[in-house]
């Protein structure tokens, strides 16, 4: 079993930063595979970046360049970055773990189906 915590979401104006962080126990860190997915009411989840315990990092298209996600091994933590936030970001944003999908098929990469621990969430807002 693994237990996420997220925190760091809050409301900013267009063009501002966020760090979020997520904490993980329950199971050594170094062996997970860790996402971040948001979510919008009414919306399906999407995900928006994953870090690979093999090293491998990949985002989706619409935050490419403006978030970056990183890991601190001996925290335990998995941070996203996110500058130069626009409104559209605005969403719950949930950090995912352990990877159950083929790491060679990408398509799978970003299916909440694959992962299987979530945490709660925490809330992004942007807005003037």
């Known amino acids: 079993q693994v237990q996420l915590v997220e925190s760091g979401g809050g409301s900013v104006q267009p063009g501002e930063s966020l760090r979020l962080s997520c904490v993980a126990s329950?199971?050594?860190?170094?062996?997970?595979?860790m996402a971040w997915f948001r979510q919008t009411p009414g919306a399906e989840r999407e995900g928006v970046a994953l870090?690979?315990?093999?090293?491998?990092?990949s985002y989706s298209d619409s935050v490419k360049g403006r978030f970056a996600i990183s890991k601190d091994i001996a925290k335990s933590t998995v941070y996203l970055q996110m500058n130069s936030l626009q409104p559209e970001d605005t969403a719950a944003y949930y950090c995912?773990?352990?990877?159950?999908?083929?790491?060679?098929?990408?398509?799978?990469?970003?299916?909440?189906?694959?992962?299987?621990?979530w945490g709660r969430g925490t809330q992004v807002t942007v807005s003037s």
């Open positions: 870090s690979f315990s093999d090293g491998r990092i």
């Open positions: 995912a773990a352990y990877f159950v999908g083929n790491f060679n098929t990408p398509s799978g990469f970003f299916d909440p189906e694959n992962y299987r621990y």
């Open positions: 329950g199971r050594a860190f170094s062996d997970l595979s």
